[in-house]
């Protein structure tokens, strides 16, 4: 302070705040406070709540996964063992199971000549007139076994092909 | 600092008093002054971590009221000049002394502040009402102690220029 202007002006008081200016603040700031330990008491409770949550969802997802897998392979076991065969090679299958099929059935009549059992009509394709037949050239190779596989005898396996 | 919730009111009921009449005479204009206040204090309630590691809170403090307004009177500069040449005739800076011719010495330099550039009046503020050292305002203002002199002296000789016949006739 140098000089007598500086000295006088500096003589002049200021004006304080107002007790209600101060009063407001305090009160605006215990709010905001209040808020902001409230909002992240929040947070952190969500995410300890929100942990066995997912697991549980998780254990749930799997379980339904592993529940899904195991019905379908009991239910259609040979849906996708089963090799695709050409038209050609079902008709050969076809052949063969018809002739071991007469071959046992001549083997249980010299067994028990008066045996008058006849094959399940299942497996007898074609006395089966529900369906009209297809062109041979409509053929496609089946998605299933042909005759089924529960009485199906043994027989060579052909290598696996593409369809077409 | 610590971020013990009750050391932010207690900065509060600290430098209020000070920092009160320091953004009055940058705004002008209480309802401002108020809103600037709360501004401050809320924002630093809400982000309690901008507090940590200062070792100043009062230039701190001093520091943040002295950005809020200069954005504010930038932003209201481009919104209504009009608004803030009206401000200036309402702001009551000073305690007003039973004397007359103080009141009206101090209604005199109340106004003439309020002609000097928002930079000077900060620092003649901070150096004649704070009794700060130009150092320590340029900590505050984030300036140089040069460039706090030199707002210094220019604003001084303003309010000189602008007070010298008042000042000849009441002495």
New interface residues.
Partial sequence: MNDEFEQRLSRHTLRSAPPEVIEDLARAIRTHQARTELRSHRASAGDDDSAPVWRTLGLLWAGALAMLMLSRSETDPMTHSVPRLTPEQAAVVRAERMALWELANVRESLDEPASTQTPPRRLLEPADRSRTPRPRSQLRSPAVPILGHEHRPPFQRFPIESPI | MNRD?SA??DL??QH??????FL?NLTRNEADT?DL??EL??S???H?ERLDGVREPRAFLFRSAHNLALDHLRSRASRHRAHEAAGHARA????LPANPD?AA??EA?SAALGELPADQRAVVHLK??EGMTFESIGRTLEISPNTAASRYRYG?EK??SLLRSL?NQLH
């Fill in positions: 919730p932010l009111e509060c009921r209020t008093p000070a920092l009160f009449p009055l108020r206040l709360q204090f809320v630093l309630a809400r309690p009551d800076l000073f305690n103080d010495h101090a330099l004649l009402w001084l309010l000189r000042y």
